[in-house]
């Protein structure tokens, strides 16, 4: 069964830090891992990694994918109040996605 | 620029109780899926289809079942509410897999079960 492990599950960070967010997976049919950010309501896309695309980079937000070491890690440099919200990596294999539990990320002023 | 529209937002039901849940897409995506998101435990597919009179078990089917009579909806059903129910219900779509398609997600049915 596919599993999929986030760490930390919370974070309290001051406005301006550097966060590191964690993603470890184990899967039989490893297609790509997706970062989500999830506000109040619906999530919203962020990234996708697969095997031809290992390292993506938006604005203050970057991710990349070890393939071997099967993780993935996503950063956020020069954090904002905006950006208080919970992250969530997913795997895809074959048809569907498995979530992780998310990490709860607030950043204070 | 609707999206995924999910209907109703918040639904309050009695043990026993049926009723269905809609989701209906305008972005003409070929897959569907319906998750439930309970604390802690992140977003658990419940069931998902691949395509117009198609649908198949996830995660956590038990309790739910589905129907896909049209491409742009998808509607989950509780025949027989019970609290082990009480929950976020999100809808998503995509529009194929291959590699692996970004899911675009609906605000989600708060749904509570007494």
């Known amino acids: 069964e596919d599993k999929v492990v986030q760490s930390p599950l919370s974070l309290v960070v001051h406005e301006g830090d550097t966060v590191t967010l964690n993603c470890s997976y184990e899967v039989t049919n490893f297609r790509s891992l997706l970062w989500y950010k999830q506000e109040k309501k619906a999530p919203t896309f962020l990234f996708m990694l697969t095997s031809s695309g290992i390292e993506k980079k938006s604005g203050r937000l970057s991710s990349i994918l070890d393939k071997k070491e099967l993780f993935s890690i996503l950063n956020i440099t020069a954090t904002q109040t905006g950006d208080s919200a919970i992250y969530l990596c997913?795997?895809?294999?074959?048809?569907?996605?498995?979530f992780g539990e998310g990490t709860q990320l607030t950043v204070n002023p | 620029n609707a999206g995924v529209t999910q209907t109703p937002k918040f639904r309050v039901l009695k043990t026993g109780q049926s009723m269905t849940l809609l989701c209906a897409q305008d972005m003409n995506h070929e897959y569907m899926y319906w998750y439930r998101q309970d604390p802690g435990m992140g977003l658990r597919l419940i069931h998902y289809s691949v395509g117009e009179g198609t649908t198949a078990k996830g995660e956590v089917p038990d309790g739910y079942n589905v129907s896909r009579l049209k491409k742009q909806n998808f509607l989950l059903g509780l025949e027989s509410a019970a609290p082990s129910q009480t929950s976020v219900y999100f809808c998503?779509?995509?529009?194929?897999?291959?590699?692996?398609?970004?899911?675009?997600f609906g605000d989600g049915t708060r749904l509570s079960i007494l």
């Open positions: 997913a795997e895809f294999s074959g048809s569907r996605l498995t």
């Open positions: 998503a779509s995509s529009r194929g897999t291959g590699g692996g398609q970004p899911q675009h």
